[in-house]
């Protein structure tokens, strides 16, 4: 890949022009993309780590089946993003038995793991272990803090043990946080002011960019979630630091707009081209489970700026789903409830489920939240209502997150 350059205000024109006048060239009518097979066209480097990889990756958070590790592998895919926790360790094992013959140096691995304000150097050591026997491999090329969303986190000395430790026998390589609460932003400030990741793995879509959203909003009265984050991911890019995208499709509700798309102009290839073509992003995984999907993600691999057909579908399902999409890292509702319900917690489940189609999985991260929204059933506070900025009915989606999900 060549070597992005120049200063950040180029930078950000560059993305504005790749976002919109550039668009309205590929727009004229009878313009139709030659037919390509599915694979990866495109390898990006992922900041200071030097690793090549696949511009749209591998999430493997909802799958278990090795023969869709495999078609990925075929299709080129060569960044497989897991974790300990993906269906409890089955995600994990998927990839070990794909890359099986040896495959393993075809590839990049990053897994991850939760290491709390009181985890110890030890049992982060045992953690990786386990996934290393799962994955059969000897070593993690990116090993990620899982989920932070509390700077004490990143300040815990035993996770620093434990990466030196690891990275001097071999174990892993390089080392990041991954992301998507409320307090994203001000995890991410600290950990990149303070030089303490190669790699962030941050939630980021068409939904989050205040300055390209606002197309999309104008008409809703929304405002943007993450209004830092732009910024914050430029600052990546001046530090060197890896970044890689998860959940670009805002929810995903795919079968919602196949009635609109046509061509290759699919809503996740849209929403795909958007998030790739900001020039601070280096990749993105989505989550893969079905070898079709598979080929359908992968015709944006490659495929260039943002097309005024994309935008039509993006604004298209912003005006579907914003009453019922609850928006990564908003967390205006977090302090409404007496009952500390951990309310997004709870609808990003209920997501997996309503959009995903995944009950599986989503009632196994239900199960994880413990009482979860049992509160909202007998609930005559009601506090929760009026305190989204989006206009979601909480207290409607809570409960029939934890009717659907409580009791599997």
Not at 62 to 73: C, F, G, M, Q
Not at 103 to 117: F, I, M, P, Q
Not at 194 to 223: C, M, S
Request: with cysteine.
């Amino acid at each position: 890949m060549s070597e992005r350059e120049g200063s950040s205000g180029i930078r950000r024109r560059e993305f504005l022009q790749r976002g919109v006048a550039a668009t309205l060239s590929l727009s004229l009518p009878g313009r139709v993309a030659a037919a390509r097979s599915p694979e990866v066209r495109q390898h990006r480097r992922l900041g200071r780590t030097e690793l090549s990889i696949s511009d749209i990756s591998f999430g493997s958070s909802r799958n278990i089946d090795p023969k869709i590790v495999e078609h990925a592998l075929d299709r080129g895919i060569n960044y497989f993003d897991t974790a300990e926790g993906y269906r409890g360790g089955a995600a994990e094992e998927a990839i070990g038995e794909a890359l099986r013959g040896g495959k393993r140096d075809k590839v990049y691995l990053a897994s991850k793991v939760r290491a709390g304000v009181r985890a110890r150097a030890e049992d982060l050591m045992h953690a990786l272990e386990e996934s290393l026997r799962r994955l059969r491999t000897d070593r993690i090329d990116v090993y990620f803090n899982h989920a932070v969303n509390d700077t004490q986190r990143l300040d815990n000395p035993e996770w620093y043990e434990f990466a030196r430790r690891a990275k001097e026998h071999g174990k892993i390589r390089f080392t990041g946080i991954s992301g998507h609460g409320g307090r994203l932003a001000e995890c991410l400030r600290h950990a990149l002011e303070a030089d303490l990741v190669d790699v962030i793995l941050v939630a980021y879509n068409f939904g989050q960019d205040p300055k390209f959203y606002e197309r999309f909003t104008r008409r809703f009265d929304l405002v943007a979630v993450q209004p830092e984050l732009p910024a914050l991911l430029e600052k990546a890019r001046a530090k060197d630091v890896g970044v890689v995208a998860m959940k670009t499709l805002m929810g995903a509700r795919l079968n919602d707009m196949r009635p609109y798309e046509h061509g290759e102009s699919t809503f996740a290839q849209a929403a795909f081209r958007w998030v790739l073509s900001n020039p601070n992003v280096d990749a993105l995984i989505v989550s893969m489970t079905r070898s079709d999907q598979i080929d359908e993600y992968l015709r944006a691999s490659g495929s260039g700026p943002v097309r005024q057909s994309d935008l039509g579908l993006l604004e298209r399902y912003a005006a579907r789903n914003a009453s019922a999409y609850c928006r990564f890292g908003c967390n205006a509702c977090a302090e409404s409830c007496p009952h500390d319900v951990p309310i997004s917690e709870v609808l990003r489940t209920r997501m997996y489920a309503a959009d995903y189609g995944d009950h599986a999985y989503a009632r196994e991260d239900y199960a994880k939240l413990g009482a979860g929204a049992s509160a909202c059933e007998t609930c005559a506070h009601q506090s929760c209502l009026g305190s989204c900025p989006y206009g979601l009915e909480i207290s409607e989606l809570t409960r029939s997150a934890h009717r659907l999900l409580a009791n599997g």
